[in-house]
């Protein structure tokens, strides 16, 4: 700019003068819009939490198929016919027993025998209520391929097993393999191999989705593999799978096997017995209508949960839509969860 | 300057011993009267019960029951008040970061909010990079997860490095609190997250707050210790400079020191977010609002298509993340900025401009109802269709690849390398075992490791867990082997050569953040021997940290000694391995030492994947409820980190004492 | 121990000294206090590095600085003698010994005194330049006054005006990667001289540049010294620097002083083998002054043309060459001797002795 410095300096202040006003409204604008836009979407969601008498539930869905499928018909059911906002955690196995205490979750619908967190959190604390069975029995095993037994047919029992261990021969474990479960889940194989008197190494492939990579396999493979498995589970089906007989249970039979238990108190079958559902105590007492029909919603059978496993994880559906091709065949039974 | 300690002349004395006194082949001999010892003795001396603690696992499950019950009181005590109100305020945080990315901006502004700001701050490519990674959420289909995700992991990379930093500032000054913080850092990025998620729990509740410590622990180690590296690296004559112009501590940090160390202090940066997002799953399951997490831990059982796309989206925003925060410091670097008066002004122009256009976009995408818009318009299904069928091709035991590759290579490699050194580790007496490890970790490094390591298997066995740790540890041993041989090999040619440091660069990133239950489940169907998948996924996981340790080693190697050799006419071939590797060999052990400490890290992962022992104990812990089994198998795989941290370390020499 | 007694120039005559350093014992290691005092101290440095794993870096140092004065320490590297400048201001915590500067006692200082006086007392040359990358040439230049915590306005005026003292005013925006060595040490240069110090400290400065620049440097260091009248401490381990440069030169080895005079006393009286094969291969001419060859003048002989005694002998030649009487070597007026023919072609010839 060319003149005396002094016009030169007035220049710079009138220039500055003149940007300095736009740029505090762009900047009031700004911080005006976002303002605005948070209130608005607070009123949004508020409003639309009033419609809902229901209000929100919180439905864990643990890591396995078969607690997809509880989870979505549930939320299907509550959303469509009771307004219910339901909101989907995936918190693991025993942390969520501390969400129910504190609320956080309200209920989770499938639970397979948490026999020490019952006793903390439902008989001493009271903060969780354990609400019966959800309609499926669980029940842990040994299992082998049908098409085994065509050539093996004592493979039906245990006894069938003896002297036969190295048909069961892995790279690993010349011997014979036994493919463990999941760490999630109570197991005695150890235990019970050495009890039964059998030459089977058990090897530990890690979390189900390894095992099952393991066995399907083998098993796609026509080859001889048996290894700890449980019902109610779609691929039983699928994979056209058997149960080998164990000993009977007696009365100091023990399942659980990182309990230090004598040896002989692990030479038995392991257990069957209901799933249970597990609410949140503060869910229980809000009074709100999820509650009821959360407490009357229960599958008819196993089968009917592995139907909509096999659609999830074999068909690869959308959970929601197998959720709702279930209900909606199934009208009878919704009704009766919603006390009609 | 310490006097010399006992390790220091036997290491010079042995540089010039002969090839048979030399330290490789001691170590051999050891190893073979170890296994003169396993062919001869018995094989079933394993650790005596006798020695075995056997009730510390009932005192922790105790303990825990007493924390459990403690946090459940109606008024708990002072330290749980001030746990909880900080737990409220981070799960705040994170909610209200949360609803803006996505409620309150909804996707159109957010998108524009990333992208306008990675313009104005980093530049053209920074921008396209975000609004890529954006426009790839979306296209997944996962858009709210990922911005859960988002939202949660800016918090804890934001705490982490306010954590971080000005402890590694601290450990970069003062030897001391280096020394005192060194061991705890290495517990913290060994000890699995598995085992301390329960207590985390019953501390900060389950949700968001709760997600971001179990990230934290994780990812506030490298800002530690990269800060302190880089205060460390700043020239010793300008330190000294400005202390004699009477600069206080104060002014040398703010003045001198960091400013100097930028570069150091953007690779914490980098890798805090790195660190951080490789958490995602883990803090996910602890976490109400779990994120991308979510869909990774279900779909591994119900929809592994989901899976692998969930863990693509982790991966784009690390590597958005990343790239986008270098390119800012890259700008913001004062000493390349020439702003004056005009160029100040337009700038701040911009900037006004961004956040109007934003508010805009927000606006417009409240009115156009954006939200339900998109999620109708995603190439999630047309994804998960291809996803799914490369694993089914994956799953077929039918193919060329699983026939003729991988079933018999992995077969192999069990049968005659995995198998025999488990056995051979596991079946030994375990006063062989024992002393023959602590008198190779003398040969190989001196009294001190010695030491430790004697002390540290000790312990294993005393924690009752020696059958399972040796198992593991012919696992990480190979894992480890494998991990070095590649991580060198591929170190010293992206060293070399322009082209490969750039292809391994994203490479590294993507191995570091995807979740490692998402690529290694295929591998089970492909290597469906239980070993297998978990050596692959500690060595997909631990090498890029070798190769970029050994990349910067070889290329840092001075360039006058470089030059010298090539005025002597040696070829590239030979200045690389008499020169530069020998240079570079400090930065090769440690490349050693971290690549053995990423291995271990993952053990819980390989655990989960057929490595069982302790990996698989320290899952059941957690997974069962079994504090104690679960803090007992982590200290193991702690005491045996610790173990062979020291033996790799090697000796450090002794201080310089300026004279003259 | 090595004298401090000045042999002749700026002595007592200048007043009392600036700096004083008293017994400055240096030695790295653990328990290092221990060995002063016990006969260890006297061990050489191997032997006692062996003994007690300690190393002994100055030796019982003591010297005079006076003000205005040029004070050089020399000697070859490992002697001790950037170790020991670096106790003058505590930048290496001495072992023992005392150190006034300015009247102040500096080893007994408190963190705050200490900070005084390195911001307003002394200031420091380094060897390796010491510039801070990130800033520019006039920052890093004013960076002593910003410690002090002087106005923006005013340390970069300042700054400006002494960068004009070094001919670097149009290198005032450049940031140092950008200058070239000798540019660089300007810049130093500039930096220590910003903040109007009492005390110079030069840790051998020149050493990483080239010969022709180092030559240029020691000229701009002498057309300084004589504008400024700053009082200098100057580390090289260069002898015809410190013989440039220097008043008074201490030479060290192996952590003690060997011998402390004037340049002229160094050539003309080395004090043992050592320092006589290091002047060994300066020309005696061009150090010794008059005052070294002349004799006490005969009767008669105070006719000459007259020199002053400081005259060098290599300055004197010409004119004691073209004169047929001996000259007359003149302190202060007085004639204090006598120099002729003979003596001159003597102290000529006694230099390739």
């Not at chain 2, 205060?231 to 040398?252: K, M």
Request: with cysteine; aromatic share 8%.
């Amino acid at each position: 700019m060319q003149g005396n410095p002094q016009s030169e300096e007035e220049d710079r202040m009138s220039k500055g003068l003149r940007a300095r006003p736009v740029r505090v409204v762009l900047a009031a604008a700004a911080v005006a819009g976002l303002a605005v836009l948070a209130l608005v979407g607070t009123a949004a969601a508020r409003s639309t939490a009033k419609k809902a008498s229901c209000g929100t539930v919180t439905l864990n869905e643990q890591a396995w198929t078969g607690s997809t499928a509880n989870t979505y018909v549930a939320k299907y059911v509550l959303e469509k016919y009771l307004g219910c906002k339901v909101n989907i955690t995936d918190i693991a196995e025993i942390p969520v027993y501390q969400a129910m205490a504190q609320g956080k979750v309200d209920a989770v619908l499938e639970d397979w025998q948490h026999v020490a967190q019952y006793k903390q959190y439902a008989t001493k604390q009271k903060t969780v209520v354990l609400e019966g069975s959800n309609g499926l029995t669980g029940h842990i095993g040994w299992f082998i391929p049908r098409y085994l037994l065509k050539k093996y047919p004592e493979f039906k029992t245990w006894q069938g097993l003896k002297g036969h261990e190295s048909v069961f021969a892995s790279p690993e474990a010349p011997q014979g393999m036994f493919l463990g479960g999941d760490p999630s889940y109570e197991q005695k194989d150890t235990q019970l191999i050495q009890a039964l008197g059998l030459n089977l190494k058990h090897v530990t492939v890690g979390a189900e989705t390894a095992e099952v990579a393991r066995f399907s396999q083998l098993i796609a493979q026509k080859k001889p593999v048996i290894f700890y498995w449980w019902t109610p589970e779609y691929r039983n089906t699928s994979l056209d799978l058997v149960e080998v007989k164990l000993p009977p249970r007696g009365k100091s039979c023990q399942d659980d096997g990182s309990t230090n238990a004598p040896l002989a108190d692990y030479r038995c079958a392991y257990a069957s017995y209901p799933l249970e559902k597990v609410f949140s105590a503060k869910f229980v007492k809000s009074g709100s209508p999820a509650v009821a029909v959360l407490k009357r919603w229960r599958w008819p059978s196993n089968a009917d949960q592995n139907m909509v496993s096999s659609w999830i994880a074999g068909q690869h559906m959308d959970p929601a839509k197998a959720a709702q091709k279930y209900v909606q065949s199934h009208m009878s039974l919704v009704n009766k969860w919603l006390g009609k | 300057m310490a006097a010399p300690t006992v390790a220091a002349p036997v290491a010079l004395a042995l540089e010039h011993r002969p090839w048979w006194r030399s330290r490789p082949t001691l170590a051999a001999l050891i190893v073979a009267a170890m296994v003169i010892c396993y062919l001869t003795l018995s094989r079933t001396l394993t650790w005596p019960n006798a020695l075995v603690w056997h009730s510390l696992t009932h005192y922790l499950d105790n303990i825990q029951n007493w924390l459990a019950a403690e946090s459940d009181k109606s008024s708990p005590n002072i330290v749980y008040r001030v746990i909880h109100g900080i737990s409220s305020v981070v799960d705040a945080l994170v909610r209200w970061l949360y609803h803006l990315l996505s409620r309150w901006l909804t996707w159109p502004a957010t998108t524009a909010l990333g992208t306008l700001v990675a313009l104005r701050f980093g530049g053209r490519r920074a921008a396209l990079i975000m609004l890529a990674s954006f426009a790839a959420f979306g296209a997944l289909g996962l858009w709210d997860d990922s911005m859960q995700t988002l939202a949660l992991m800016l918090v804890a990379v934001a705490l982490s490095l306010l954590v971080g930093v000005p402890l590694g500032i601290l450990a970069g000054r003062s030897n001391r609190v280096d020394r005192l913080l060194t061991p705890m850092l290495d517990a913290a990025q060994i000890i699995p997250a598995f085992a301390y998620l329960m207590p985390v729990v019953i501390f900060f509740s389950v949700g968001p707050a709760a997600a971001v410590i179990t990230t934290m622990v994780y990812s506030v180690p490298p800002a530690v210790r990269i800060t302190a590296l880089g205060i460390r690296g700043v020239p010793a004559n300008t330190v000294e400079a400005a202390t004699a112009f009477g600069a206080t501590s104060r002014q040398l940090l703010w003045k001198v020191q960091l400013p100097l160390a930028r570069r150091m202090l953007l690779l914490s940066v980098n890798q805090t977010i790195l660190f951080a997002l490789s958490m995602v799953v883990i803090a996910g399951l602890i976490n109400t609002e779990g994120g991308l997490g979510a869909p990774v831990t279900n779909g591994l059982n119900s929809n592994p298509a989901l899976a692998i796309l969930a863990g693509a989206a982790i991966v784009v925003m690390a590597i958005a993340l990343d790239r986008v925060t270098e390119a800012i410091a890259e700008r913001t670097d004062p000493a390349r900025r020439h702003l004056d008066e005009q160029g100040r002004r337009r700038a701040r122009l911009a900037t006004a401009a961004a956040l109007g256009s934003v508010a805009v976009a927000a606006a417009a995408g409240h009115l156009l109802s954006a939200g339900s818009a998109y999620t109708r318009f995603t190439a999630q299904a047309w994804l998960l269709a291809r996803v799914q069928s490369v694993l089914d091709y994956v799953q077929k035991p039918t193919t060329f690849l699983f026939k003729d590759i991988t079933n018999p290579l992995g077969n192999f490699i069990v049968a005659h390398l995995l198998q025999p050194l488990d056995t051979f580790l596991v079946e030994t007496p375990w006063f062989v075992t024992l002393v023959g490890l602590t008198a190779i970790a003398f040969v190989l490094s001196g009294l001190r490791p010695a030491i430790t390591t004697a002390a540290m298997f000790a312990l294993i066995g005393v924690l009752g867990e020696w059958r399972d740790a040796m198992d593991t540890f012919s696992q990480v041993l190979v894992a480890t082997a494998i991990t070095v041989v590649l991580g060198v090999v591929l170190g010293v040619l992206a060293a070399e050569s322009e082209w490969v440091s750039r292809v391994t660069r994203p490479i590294n990133d993507v191995l570091q953040t995807l979740p490692q239950l998402v690529y290694v489940i295929p591998f089970v169907y492909v290597f469906p021997i239980s070993y297998v998948p978990g050596l692959i996924a500690s060595v997909l996981y631990a090498f890029p940290v070798v190769v970029r340790l050994v990349e910067r080693g070889v290329r840092d190697v001075a360039p006058p000694a470089v030059e010298a050799a090539g005025a002597f006419g040696a070829t590239r071939l030979q200045i690389l391995v008499k020169v530069k590797i020998p240079l570079a060999r400090d930065a090769i052990m440690l490349g050693v030492n971290q690549g053995l400490i990423m291995v271990l890290a993952v053990v819980v992962i390989a655990g989960l994947v057929g490595s069982g022992a302790l990996g698989y104990a320290v899952a059941q812990g957690l997974q069962r409820g079994q504090f104690g089994i679960g803090v007992v198998a982590s200290l193991a795989i702690l005491a045996m980190g610790i173990a062979l941290d020291r033996v790799t370390r090697g000796n450090r020499s002794a201080g310089r004492g300026g004279v003259g | 121990m090595a004298s401090s007694e000045p042999a002749n120039g700026r002595g007592p005559a200048n007043g009392s000294p600036l700096i004083r350093a008293e017994g400055i014992w240096k030695i790295f290691g653990r328990n290092a206090e221990r060995v002063i005092g016990t006969p260890d101290a006297n061990l050489s440095r191997a032997e006692l590095r062996a003994k007690t794993g300690c190393v002994a870096a100055v030796r019982d140092v003591s010297f005079d600085v006076f003000p205005g004065e040029v004070f050089v320490v020399m000697g070859l590297s490992g002697s001790g003698k950037s170790t020991l400048v670096r106790t003058l201001i505590r930048l290496i915590e001495p072992t023992a010994g005392r150190v006034e500067i300015d009247g102040r006692d500096v080893t007994a200082a408190d963190r705050d005194e200490l900070l005084q006086l390195r911001r307003h007392t002394s200031s420091m040359v380094f060897q390796h330049f010491g510039l801070l990358a990130h800033r520019t040439v006039l920052d890093n230049v004013a960076f002593g006054l910003e410690v002090q915590g002087v106005s923006k306005s005013e340390r970069h005026a300042r700054a400006a005006s002494v960068l004009s003292l070094v001919g670097l005013e149009d290198a005032a925006n450049q940031f140092p990667s950008e200058l070239s060595g000798g540019m660089q040490q300007r810049v130093g240069l500039a930096r220590a001289f910003a903040v109007d110090p009492k005390v110079m400290l030069y840790d051998e400065p020149f050493s990483a540049l080239d010969p022709l620049i180092r030559r240029d440097m020691q000229d701009e260091v002498i057309r300084l010294q004589h504008e400024t009248g700053k009082t200098m401490v100057f580390i090289t381990h260069d002898l015809p620097e410190a013989l440039r440069l220097g008043d008074r030169i201490a030479i060290m080895r192996d952590g003690r002083i060997v011998q402390l005079g004037t340049p002229e006393d160094l050539v003309g009286s080395p004090a043992d083998d050592y320092v006589s094969n290091f002047v060994r291969d300066i020309p005696r001419s061009h150090v010794l002054t008059l005052r070294w060859i002349m004799r006490p003048p005969a009767a008669g002989e105070e006719d000459g043309p007259r020199l002053d005694v400081t005259t060098t002998v290599r300055s004197a030649v010409p004119v004691i060459a073209a004169s047929e009487r001996p000259c007359c070597a003149v302190d202060g007026g007085r004639v204090v001797g006598v120099v002729d023919k003979d003596a001159v072609l003597a102290a000529i010839a006694g230099e390739d002795a």
